[in-house]
């Protein structure tokens, strides 16, 4: 499974972005999917993740109510919008997919990663 991060850019504080996360393969299997992130100087942290049939949601405390994670299945597709952003948002955002039909993904190691996309946000 090949993941493709995409959507970051420059946006000012209080904006808004939307990250993608496109699966593919010869065969796409089920999964969950994360997403997740690394700031300069500072170790790689959870943001959000989404269970394999999308009922189920999970955050960062320090996300919460501003972003949100939702994923087409029928596109292979995973977004996190990231609204009301802050300048500590600022990290590269990397997605990973746990393969299975996961309703709890939390603690999971995942199996795949993206590339990462850059989201820097401006004061």
């Known amino acids: 499974v090949q993941l493709q991060a995409s959507g970051g850019g420059l946006v000012q504080v209080g904006g808004s972005l939307r990250l993608s996360c496109a699966a593919s393969?010869?065969?796409?299997?089920?999964?969950?999917m994360g997403w997740f992130r690394k700031a300069p100087g500072k170790e790689r942290e959870f943001v959000a993740t989404i269970s394999w049939s999308g009922r189920s949601t999970y955050y960062a405390d320090s996300v919460k109510g501003r972003f949100t994670i939702s994923r087409d299945k029928a596109k292979n597709t995973g977004y996190l919008q990231m609204n009301s952003l802050k300048p500590e948002d600022t990290a590269v955002y990397f997605c990973?997919?746990?393969?299975?039909?996961?309703?709890?993904?939390?603690?999971?190691?995942?199996?795949?990663w993206g590339q990462g996309t850059l989201v820097t946000v401006s004061s």
């Open positions: 393969a010869r065969s796409v299997p089920s999964y969950a």
């Open positions: 990973a997919a746990e393969v299975g039909e996961i309703e709890d993904p939390r603690g999971y190691e995942y199996d795949y």
